[in-house]
């Protein structure tokens, strides 16, 4: 039997978005003790998501929701690599989670971040866009995605 694919509509605003991730990630990577980080209008060092257990290691998730009109550019990498690397926290791996299209320029980016020594980094640095995120939900089946997707996504089923 092959998968059933589906294409998931995206969270129509960043807290709808963040709300997601938070779900999203929670089975994804198998940590209950993911939290957001602050409240908006406090400084959350380009950290969003956050596990309070602080588990090893420490995984910091930034939530990038993008209007359509608007693209997804590599120094929106830069800034929030940035502030996360300013964070008094120990992250070890930072996931950027955008539902922007993929794109190889903000890629690269992601890439020349890891591809600094050592030395100069603080942090391993992932990106998922939209695409990644779907293909997961895909993955963990109909019923689980269906829960982590709720109320303001709906799925089309696609051939």
Known sequence: TSIMKYQWLQPGD????????LRFYRHLLKRDSFVKYGKRGESQDGIDIIDQLAL??????????????????PHAIRDEVTKAENS?????????????????????EVMRRNQRPTT?????????FWEDICGHLNE????????????FIN????A
């Open 14 to 21: 960043e807290h709808a978005f963040e709300d997601f991730c």
């Open 56 to 73: 090893s290691p420490l995984i910091a998730i930034q939530c990038k929701h993008h209007e359509p009109a608007r693209r997804f550019l």
């Open 88 to 108: 008094l926290h120990p992250i070890k791996r930072y996931i950027i989670a955008t539902n922007a299209s993929r794109r190889r320029s903000v890629l690269d």
């Open 120 to 128: 100069l980094r603080k942090f391993d640095v992932e990106i998922f």
């Open 140 to 151: 963990f089946g109909r019923l689980i995605a269906e829960f982590i997707a709720n109320r």
């Open 155 to 158: 799925a089309v089923r696609v």
